[in-house]
């Protein structure tokens, strides 16, 4: 059983760029839920997607978009990207809405916006 | 969102006992308690969690108060490798019928040989 999988493991770009980050789910998992974690704080929630349909979204702004492929394989895209948005990006797969069900979690993509 | 409170920091002597608390006062009747925890440059990993009764399982078990609002993570023999960052979550529901976990800044953990 192949775990969670993230693309690419390091970035650096220049603020106004855009990037894209990707993410293979756990086989049979249908769900992604992304995450941010900026150096010395837990991960914050992005949004989540169940079955290509953004199911949930947290407070980050419509520059932060998403999208769920039918393998369920999933990309984070940052437009216009700002210092802040230095940090680990992380993606987490489960089987079905995680509510009882456990997120297992990807390595990260280290961005680093200069 | 509901929050939790940790220590920032705990130490611990390898093959003893360790017992991490949390505080969650708001939590609400149908929130479930996550823990998870991260080793340095992985991502977080599940470890276990629980609604209301006492939960075990092979990694630790979870003690959680009869008012819910304090819970404990209890490794039984702490080892070098459970060096890591705890996280004690609260589910928060989302649209769908789904729930985000909602991580604080969590408990560093130092194992001791």
């Known amino acids: 059983e192949t775990g969670v999988t993230q693309s690419p493991t390091h970035l650096i770009k220049t603020r106004g760029q855009q990037v894209t980050l990707r993410c293979s789910s756990q086989s049979g998992h249908n769900t992604v839920s992304w995450y941010q974690q900026a150096l010395g704080q837990g991960p914050q929630f992005i949004f989540q997607y169940y079955r290509e349909e953004e199911n949930g979204r947290g407070n980050f702004p419509p520059r932060f978009s998403g999208l769920q492929f039918p393998n369920y394989s999933s990309e984070l895209n940052v437009n216009a990207l700002e210092l802040d948005d230095s940090a680990l990006y992380l993606c987490?797969?489960?089987?079905?809405?995680?509510?009882?069900?456990?997120?297992?979690f990807g390595p990260g993509t280290r961005l680093t916006v200069l | 969102d509901a929050k939790t409170t940790q220590p920032n920091s705990m130490e611990s002597n390898e093959e003893e006992p360790v017992h991490l608390p949390c505080n969650h006062s708001?939590?609400?009747?149908?929130?479930?308690i996550h823990w998870y925890r991260q080793l340095p440059s992985q991502g977080p990993e599940y470890v276990i969690h629980g609604l209301t009764s006492n939960v075990n399982n092979r990694m630790a078990s979870l003690a959680i108060a009869e008012d819910r609002k304090s819970s404990t993570l209890i490794l039984h023999r702490a080892t070098l490798r459970d060096a890591a960052v705890y996280y004690c979550?609260?589910?928060?529901?989302?649209?769908?019928?789904?729930?985000?976990?909602?991580f604080g800044k969590g408990t560093k953990l130092t194992v001791n040989p």
């Open positions: 987490a797969s489960s089987s079905g809405l995680p509510i009882y069900n456990e997120q297992f």
């Open positions: 979550i609260l589910s928060n529901p989302i649209q769908g019928g789904s729930e985000k976990l909602v």
């Open positions: 708001t939590i609400s009747g149908t929130d479930y």
